[in-house]
Every structure is written in C-alpha cells, then in structure tokens.
C-alpha cells in the first residue's frame, strides 16, 4: 500500500512539472545573476557604469563632503549611500580613511578623481580586501581617472583608506555593479546588429563580437551581414531584408 502511494505521488509531481513548462535553460557565464562576485571574464567595466558613474561626478548636487578619518577605523564617516560623489578632504600629505556598508553581497565599484592607493579593510576580521580589477579611466568630459572592483557582503563594515592625494583632496564615486548593466546581443555577421537568442548582461565590457542592437533575423556570418533591421528592404528577392516580418 505503501509503495502504491509513493508512486501515485511521484506521478502527481511528474504531471505538475509537466504543467509548469520546460525549465529554463542557464543563462551565459559571463552573465552577471546579482553575482557575489565579479564574474570571470570581466577585463574592464562597460561605459554603462562608468557614464552613470561620471554623471554623478559631474552633478554638484550630487557631492557631498566628507573629512575622512586620520586612521583606520570603523567609525570613520560613511560613504553607503547610493547615487552620490563623495568629496573626501584628506589629512595633510597622508591617507584619509571612510567607511562603506554594502546593502547587498557584489562586486563594489570605487571611482576616483585621480590615480592614487586605494585599500579596502573588513572592519571585522582587519583583513585587507583583494582588488577584483583595478584600471585607468578615460571618459570625455569626466573627472574620474581609476577605478577599482571590490567583492563585498552585505552588511559588512568596510574600512576604504585612500591617498596621498594632490590637494589633500580627492573624490570618490562608489558604484553597486548590479545596478548598473547592459544587455548586449551576440553580433556573429558583424552588422552591428545583434541575434536575440545569445546575449550577456554586465556591467562590464562585453565580449567581442556583441552589440546593444538586436533583431537581426539573420545573424550568420558572411551571408547574414547584409539582412538586418537597419537594411533597405528589396521587393522579390524572397528576403525579408529589414527584418520585419514581411517581404515586399
């Protein structure tokens, strides 16, 4: 009797699995899902976050200014909120100190105004933090000239020590990866348009060969780089040239 029950459940389970559809296929690896930390791949970040990042830089309503602390310390001032660049007025000739509380568990960004040390310390165990990826900036009309990735938990103290800087100042633009990707589709034909079946969404640069176009309902390469949306439909060739669904 027992066993007649388990399989009339297991059937039951079968036929709602069934009900509930095909599951879902992984999405890429270079995909970042609300990562806990930067995922592989990752060589340098896209100009998604870098423009958000240096719009806030160049927002004066968005600075705010902090003293940082003359040590290393967790209660030295607060750098958390979102949105915000941080005008950091450093000890003379040495390092200044802030602290940062991740809301969520990811990979941080910290932009800076220029090219100088950067150290981030767990308040909780004074263990330094390890650079996920650390590069130059160079955007048109920014101010922001380096950038560093951090992977860091949620809820956690972090100590962020920077400087010497020129001036005894410095500005800091902390940005939450997740918050700001983009989604690219695979351009195979190189048209610049991109297929809608294979694509990443990151903050960082994508992959060769991707682009923020898509619809390309022929994305082969060679054969495929003259069919796009952006193409002059031509009447009775049997192609759907521009890729909207008809021929003329």
Partial sequence: MMKTK???????????LVAC?????????FEAQDSQELEAGCTSLGTGITTHACAHAGNPTDHVAITASATRTTSAPAISTKHKAYDLALPSGAEGSVTYVPATTGSYAFYRTQ??????????????????????VSASGCSLVSVSVYDLTAGTTYIVATGP??????TVVPEFLNDTRTRYYQDADGDGYGNNTTSVLTACT???????????CNDTPGSGA??????????G????????????
Wanted: aromatic content about 2%; overall charge negative; some cysteine.
């Fill in 6 to 16: 388990r399989i009339a459940l297991s059937a039951l389970l079968s036929l709602g």
């Fill in 21 to 29: 559809g095909p599951m879902e296929e992984p999405e890429s690896t």
């Fill in 115 to 136: 090219s100088v040390p950067i150290t981030v310390v767990n308040g909780s165990t004074s263990a330094t933090v390890a650079s996920a990826l650390t590069h130059a």
């Fill in 165 to 170: 800087a020129t001036g005894n100042a410095i």
């Fill in 206 to 216: 994508p992959p060769s060969g991707y682009t923020t176009q898509r619809f390309d």
């Fill in 226 to 235: 003259s069919v796009n949306p952006g193409a002059a439909e031509i009447c």
């Fill in 237 to 248: 060739n049997g192609i759907d040239d521009n890729c909207d669904g008809s021929q003329c």
